[in-house]
């Protein structure tokens, strides 16, 4: 009987996570620039003409590819538990829902609103809450208490996180405005303002470290250390199919 080796079997999987992401880039493919100024002739030719770029790690390595605001947006959000898993969903202004799913098929709801991210964080189950009726969004830890599950806020953001990822112990999150760093449920403000214009806007976050922390946004990305709070921001340096 034909067995297909199980290193041919690891690489032709590698192959198609690696297709799924559409890696069309290089790190080479981008340069090193200055943060130009908000609404400034720079920033202007920074934005213009511009692919949306997202970064995520492949077995350590910064991988980046054009990001599709249809299939990379996060609309849906899990996390397996006893018994089920928790389902979050978000449907922008018609509102999502935070939902458990047993494993018999049965489905009880939690919460309504929008929740674009449903993780674990030290044994304990989050989710974010984009629908306050501010537009800061919040963050809430799950409970499970006589059978029924629950929620308590933990803090209110300054406005809702686009992407965020959990590295070396820390919970990392970047909106418009703000980039935090949360810290045994602590919440840290690393830099304000840096995505301040809503046309470059972080897409993606993706971390091997503190140090070495990768935000993709529209025209290239940023490269974040977040041990002596510096950073590098990128441009995309090849010439665009349509100039």
Known sequence: ??????????????????????????????????????????????????????VWLRHGELKIGEFDTNKDLPHQAEVSVDRGRIVGTDEGEFYGRLTFEDDGGGVTQIKTGDFPFVFVYKHDVFFI???DPFRKGALYKLTYDDGKYAYEKIFDFDEPPHTMCIVDGDI?????????????LQKEVIFKG????????????????LQHVYIGIDGGYVQFNLVNNTYKCFKYSKKYPWD
């Open 172 to 184: 990392l999150a970047g909106s418009f405005n703000y980039f935090y760093r949360i810290h045994d």
């Open 1 to 54: 009987m034909f067995e297909l080796k199980p290193l041919f079997i690891w690489l032709l999987i590698s192959g198609l996570i690696d297709s799924l992401y559409a890696q069309k880039y290089h790190v080479t493919d981008f340069e090193e620039t200055q943060v130009p100024k908000s609404d400034s002739a720079a920033w202007h030719k920074f934005i213009s003409h511009q692919l949306d770029f997202k």
């Open 194 to 209: 840096f995505f301040s214009d809503e046309t470059v806007s972080p897409t993606s976050i993706a971390a091997t470290d």
């Open 129 to 131: 809450d984009t629908t």
